[in-house]
Every structure is written in C-alpha cells, then in structure tokens.
C-alpha cells in the first residue's frame, strides 16, 4: 500500500448523547480531530428517509493507522466530515499486512 495518497483533510467526530430534560436523549457530534485520508466512492443507491427520498453513496476511506484505544482511530458509529459532507463510518479494518493504514467503509447520505 506505498501508492496510497493521503489527500483529503477530515474531521473526525464521536456521538455524545445527553439528556433531553424529557425522558429521552439528543445526540450532539465532539470533534476528536483532523485526519489526512483517502477518500474512494463505491456503489450507490437511493432509499427512503422519513418523508423524504435520499442517495446514499458507500465510500471507502483509508487514513494512517493508530494504535487500537486511540481516540484518533475511527470506531463504527462515529463519523467524518469534510465541510458539509459528512461520512458515517460502518466498519473499520487494517488495510494493509504491516497495519499502517486502516480502512474504513463508510456511507454519505444526501437529499435527492
């Protein structure tokens, strides 16, 4: 994996649900920080959304690795984001046999 070109600037966030003061919970978004990535597209498809119609798009993102219980190594459930774009990270894996880099399958989901 020396050809991987780490080219795209990210911020990577973590979920923190706080009470809503009536019994239930909001979810607010904690910046862990900036991450330099690789970012590829992957199939697409469009689904329904609450009353809406939106295109989901799987991506594959590949950063530099981090040492497992780090809090710059993207989990599932957190995300990524680039400006507006935001990147919901699935799963996460070594990308390569020396564990330099790790590969995470992620979605983006957009209004059609």
Known sequence: MSDVKLNKRLTLEAPVRNPDGAGGFETTWVVLGQLWANVKPGSG??????????????????????????????????????????????????????????????????AA
């Open 45 to 110: 498809r469009e689904r329904a959304v609450e009353t809406m119609t939106a295109s989901v798009t799987r991506l594959t993102i590949t950063v530099r690795a981090a040492p497992v219980g780090s809090t710059m190594r993207p989990q599932p459930g957190q995300r990524m984001r680039a400006g507006t774009r935001v990147f919901k990270i699935l799963a996460v894996s070594e990308a390569d046999v020396a564990a330099r880099y790790l590969r995470c399958l992620a979605e983006e989901e957009v």
